[in-house]
T-cell receptor, first 113, second 116 residues
Framework: DAGVIQSPRHEVTEMGQEVTLRCKPI?????LFWYRQTMMRGLELLIY????????DSGMPEDRFSAKMPNASFSTLKIQPSEPRDSAVYFC???????????FGSGTRLTVV | AQKITQTQPGMFVQEKEAVTLDCTYD???????LFWYKQPSSGEMIFLIY??????QNATEGRYSLNFQKARKSANLVISASQLGDSAMYFC?????????????FGTGTRLKVLA
């Protein structure tokens, strides 16, 4: 299995631009999570899905952030418009019902200038 | 509310020695899981070890063991025979099971440096 695949690995964009981060979970996993990691706030859960349905989006910082999971093998996290304070590493992780752990992707390092 | 506390921002250990990374937690849920992850400088999150709240024995995985003291609400990670490759950030995390959610909360991490 290839694990959780995130793209791109690095993204540099200008303030005000739209940014889309992508994630392919492990096949068969029915949970998908988006986390953000910053020095100031550590690892924060933004949103998670179960069977492609958003379950908890209470961590999404504001309306500029949106996430979708159109099918079991693909999810996106979109920031529009982006701001410098959105600069962070964004992790996607997946899990399967009955299993306690997550598998994380390699992360996307976003820099908004 | 759930809370994870890691009070050691940074630790040093001599190669081949053992080191303990502290983690305390708070939850009202009687059923929960505790996890440790390693994040090397390359940035990926690597699962190390898991302890369930009802597990009778402390978890072990190779050189990693979890010193679980339920009454004290602590779940310290012990790394035996440290290696240079153990230098990394280490995160403690918790998940409540009875709440029906699958989300973790993470501590702020401890940066471990292994000295040659």
């Amino acid at each position: 299995d290839a694990g959780v695949i995130q793209s791109p690995r690095h993204e540099v964009t200008e303030m005000g631009q739209e940014v889309t981060l992508r994630c392919k979970p492990i096949s068969g996993h029915d949970y998908l999570f988006w986390y953000r990691q910053t020095m100031m706030r550590g690892l924060e859960l933004l949103i998670y899905f179960n069977n492609n349905v958003p379950i908890d989006d209470s961590g999404m910082p504001e309306d500029r952030f949106s996430a979708k999971m159109p099918n079991a093998s693909f999810s996106t996290l979109k920031i529009q418009p982006s701001e410098p304070r959105d600069s962070a590493v964004y992790f996607c992780a997946s899990s399967i019902t009955g299993y306690y752990g997550y598998t994380f992707g390699s992360g996307t390092r976003l820099t908004v200038v | 509310a759930q809370k994870i506390t890691q009070t050691q921002p940074g630790m040093f250990v001599q190669e081949k020695e053992a080191v303990t990374l502290d983690c305390t937690y708070d939850t009202s849920d009687p059923s929960y899981g505790l996890f440790w992850y390693k994040q090397p400088s390359s940035g990926e999150m690597i699962f190390l070890i898991y302890q369930g709240s009802y597990d009778q024995q402390n978890a072990t995985e190779g050189r990693y063991s979890l010193n679980f003291q339920k009454a004290r609400k602590s779940a310290n990670l012990v790394i035996s025979a440290s290696q240079l490759g153990d230098s990394a950030m280490y995160f403690c995390a918790m998940r409540d099971f009875l709440s029906g959610t699958y989300k973790y909360i993470f501590g702020t991490g401890t940066r471990l440096k292994v000295l040659a």
